[in-house]
């Protein structure tokens, strides 16, 4: 099926508007309509985001002429960025926030590579790719297809991860114009025949379409068994009379001969350029009667001899390994590089301005849109000049001196990227005769050429417009040189229910490979022996787990009954101060386990309050390894790292706050990748270790009594050399035969159930925590320092303090003791009972700033463990 979804009603144009007469400011079709006849129908849109001019192409003589694209007419940047983020806004609300995690954006080349990559970036979660005509040697194309209108056709497809292309989420193709349908067809019938999918969206800034043509894409839709969806800005079509084409090439003859005798565009034009609708500002017309064909014609070959003025190099310092668009893929993680980078690429521009600057032209290089254009945006946000934006183009296109006409000027030049179809001409238009103090050209390093430099070349023919010419180079992206740390080619999709895990398949994501078919499990003094005699690390193997006995059974139960509201509670403050303080969408990324089930119940919460549908993933931490840099990949893959919120159960000393934080260092400065916050919400934070809290009481989390059987029946998680590899996700396991005893659902809905009943108290807490102070104080990590002196243990890792960590101590190791606070009731029932039923004594201890503290003796058991999670030497 197709769904047509635009900004308006489609609707008939007022009749000035359809014939071309002016409204208001000057039409730039209106010449082309009074001379072939060609009409436009449609939204009353149009006239402001299209004008019109003629062009050689024996396919086509007409071209409509994008006011907003940012191509062939100097735009304010801002505008031509902010049409692209607000179509992939409105394509992000069509999908719905599942689906367009799961999507991908294709752009169009030449002209649509810097939209594309704006709605991308409007839809926030998808990487983006570009077609692209430059080949590159030893990379497979994934696909290519035909453009049938266009000047030059052949598009190739070069992502540097085939897998981009892959999926089956939906596939969001971006084109400036959707005039027949034929680009897009030819698009989806070669990449449909290897990825098939079920679902397309087709943005484009106007659907030109005929009903014939609509017709025909409807019908393809149904062939191929897909759902297909429109967004555009605007909608309408093109009436051309008989024997158009004809008369256009016979025009164009003309006045292309007419500009050659009339000579070259003057060099210093003083006035500006006629209005520029949606967003131009109005200047004089250029000098020049009315209807001359306007043309600065391409100089003599690099070898002709002369020098051409030099132009000003400005070192942007573009962070390495960042690509310089969407060529090869673009991830969110690029975007969020970019982003921080941004703003210091401007400023250095403009440094390099002139002082007395006032209106400034960024010049893109063909492709090379995206980057050019968020320099020129952050440049307009950061200066008081005057800022265009416009890109040069391989598209011959008549030039005409006439307000009514979309092209009055145009600078000629060779091409000086050494293309693969070979030499050629190239054209920038509107800048000559635009009145801009300086132009920066923005090339990309295999541009970077001689002939750039020669005379008659670009550099050259822009230094015959403006007084101070600039030149900023991004170093050209190719995919698999050295600054590209290794990585696979392509991470798993996360792992679901009911195949892994208990829980629903949306209620969370395991980024974890499933290793359930192999046998990690021993007794706990075999495996304490295997660890000290080899040092051999903790997370190589799992501790047999644990069955608990009908009483401890009743009291998970008693104590789940006692505590689901104030666990409610505590659920509610977290999440409100989340949403409130690190992101209005945030992705929450529990650590495996014991922060899964906080985890979805601060899905839930969302849900419940705000009728969000927050991404929830679940990955693997190891003291002394660290995070899983392979699920950080994927994440900064997928979503904006800046959204993306650790969460785990509870803080006991804050061990893995600290190892979060240097891992996510290490990180950093591995990949590149910036954005991840390392500051972990937690539901109780008895340890006053974080910012981001439910409570700071030590009280029983039911969560906490269980191992696998109230985590979803999933393991701890094991990082093993021979089990996983550098491209891998750490391990886990999914006790599918412990299902009888699996409370993890019983756990959730019992908590979210009184969530209504504690609503207005969690959200009036959060309110005062959001404006109260929050500091960490580090007081149970103190705490622990002076307990595993008094003990004689000298080491803070065999010292496990709270309620949630002395429970863990109790069904993981070979305890020595259990301090437990004078006077402490219920919350410590459970762990009463697994010390009788272990031998392990309980201490009572005053001014206790823990309920409980559950401490392994390196001298008396072989459970114990150091920082680096090897056995400690006796």
Avoid at 549 to 574: C, D, K, M, N, P
Avoid at 625 to 631: E, H, K
Avoid at 722 to 729: E, I, M, S, W
């Amino acid at each position: 099926m197709e769904k047509s979804v635009n900004e308006g009603e489609h609707h008939g144009m007022r009749d000035e508007a359809r014939s071309g007469a002016p409204a208001g400011d000057v039409w730039t079709g209106r010449w082309v309509a009074e001379r072939l006849g060609v009409e436009l129908a449609g939204d009353e849109r149009l006239t402001g985001l299209l004008g019109m001019a003629l062009r050689r192409n024996p396919k086509r003589a007409h071209l409509l002429v994008s006011n907003v694209l940012g191509k062939h007419v100097p735009q304010a940047p801002s505008v031509v960025y902010g049409h692209g983020v607000a179509l992939g806004r409105r394509v992000r609300d069509l999908l719905g926030e599942d689906e367009a995690r799961r999507a991908v954006v294709l752009g169009y080349a030449e002209t649509a590579t810097g939209l594309g990559h704006s709605v991308a970036d409007g839809l926030g979660l998808a990487p983006y790719l570009h077609s692209t005509r430059r080949p590159v040697p030893g990379l497979a194309p994934a696909g290519g297809f035909e453009e049938s209108h266009s000047h030059a056709t052949s598009h190739l497809l070069l992502p540097e991860d085939p897998a981009l292309l892959a999926g089956d989420g939906p596939l969001v193709l971006v084109d400036d114009e959707f005039s027949t349908g034929n680009t897009v067809l030819n698009t989806v019938r070669d990449l449909h025949a290897r990825y098939p999918r079920r679902r397309y969206v087709v943005v484009a800034l106007v659907d030109m379409r005929s009903a014939a043509d609509a017709g025909r894409l409807e019908e393809f839709a149904r062939e191929i068994g897909a759902r297909v969806d429109l967004v555009t800005a605007a909608s309408g079509t093109v009436r051309l009379p008989e024997g158009v084409l004809e008369k256009g090439q016979e025009l164009v003859a003309r006045y292309e001969a007419a500009g050659a005798s009339a000579g070259a565009a003057p060099s210093r034009p003083a006035g500006r350029s006629p209005a520029t609708p949606g967003g131009g500002e109005a200047g004089t017309p250029l000098s020049g009667a009315p209807g001359t064909a306007r043309t600065a014609p391409a100089g003599p070959p690099a070898d002709g001899g002369g020098t051409a003025p030099q132009a000003t190099r400005i070192d942007l310092r573009w962070p390495a390994g960042l690509p310089d668009g969407g060529r090869h893929g673009f991830t969110p993680a690029h975007r969020a590089r970019l982003e921080a980078a941004l703003p210091a690429m401007a400023a250095r521009i403009a440094e390099a301005l002139p002082a007395a600057a006032r209106r400034v032209h960024i010049l893109g290089f063909e492709e090379l849109m995206y980057a050019p254009l968020r320099l020129a945006e952050a440049l307009e946000r950061t200066t008081d000049a005057e800022v265009r934006y416009s890109t040069t183009t391989r598209s011959p296109v008549l030039a005409v001196d006439d307000p009514g006409y979309a092209i009055r000027t145009r600078l000629a030049f060779p091409a000086h990227d050494d293309p693969a179809d070979g030499p050629g001409e190239r054209y920038a238009y509107n800048v000559a005769g635009a009145g801009f103090d300086a132009v920066v050209a923005v090339v990309d390093s295999a541009a970077d050429t001689p002939l750039l430099h020669a005379p008659g070349g670009l550099l050259d023919r822009l230094a015959g417009t403006a007084p101070h010419v600039l030149l900023a180079v991004v170093p050209s992206y190719v995919p698999g040189t050295p600054h590209a740390p290794e990585r696979p080619t392509m991470l798993p999709a996360p792992l679901r229910g009911p195949a892994f895990s208990s829980y629903a398949p949306e209620e969370v994501g395991w980024l974890l490979q499933d290793l359930s078919d192999v046998t990690l499990e021993a007794p706990t003094e075999e495996r304490e022996e295997a660890i000290q005699s080899g040092g051999a690390h903790y997370a190589e193997s799992l501790p047999v787990e644990y069955q608990p006995s009908e009483q401890y059974q009743e009291l998970f139960h008693a104590a789940l009954s006692t505590s689901a509201a104030r666990i409610a509670r505590a659920v509610g403050v977290v999440t409100e101060t989340v949403l409130a303080e690190r992101s209005p969408r945030p992705v929450l990324v529990s650590l495996a386990r014991a922060g899964t089930p906080v985890g979805i119940l601060m899905r839930r919460w969302a849900q419940h309050r705000h009728g969000l549908d927050l991404p929830h993933y679940a990955v693997s931490i190891v003291r002394g390894r660290g995070i899983d840099a392979n699920a950080l990949r994927w994440l900064a893959a997928h979503h904006d790292p800046r959204d993306v919120v650790f969460v785990d159960g509870w803080t006991g000393k804050g061990a893995i706050t600290r190892e979060l934080a240097q891992a996510l260092t290490e990180f950093e400065k591995s990949d590149g990748v910036t954005g991840f916050n390392p500051e972990i919400a937690v539901l109780a934070d008895p340890g006053s270790c974080v910012r981001t809290y439910g409570t700071r009481e030590d009280f029983l989390i039911p969560s906490a009594c269980l191992n696998s059987t109230v985590s979803g029946l999933v393991s701890r998680t094991v990082l093993r050399a021979d089990l996983v590899g550098p491209h891998d996700f750490h391990g886990a396991k999914f006790y599918r035969e412990l299902a009888a005893t699996d409370v993890s659902v019983a756990f959730l809905d019992a908590v979210a159930a009184r969530f209504p009943e504690v609503a207005d108290a969690a959200c009036a807490q959060a309110k005062e925590l959001l404006a109260a102070d929050r500091t960490p104080t580090w007081e149970g990590w103190a705490a622990v320092e002076r307990i595993s002196e008094e003990y004689g243990i000298h080491d803070v890792n065999l010292v496990k303090p709270g309620v949630g960590e002395t429970t863990r101590v109790m069904l993981r190791r070979v305890p020595w003791k259990v301090l437990a606070r004078a006077g402490a009731g219920s919350d410590l029932d459970h762990v009463r009972l697994l010390a009788e039923q272990r031998g392990v004594p309980v201490e009572e201890v005053d001014a206790l700033p823990y309920t409980c503290v559950g401490l392994i003796h390196p001298r008396f058991t072989r459970g114990a463990t150091g920082a680096d999670g090897k056995a400690v030497a006796l």
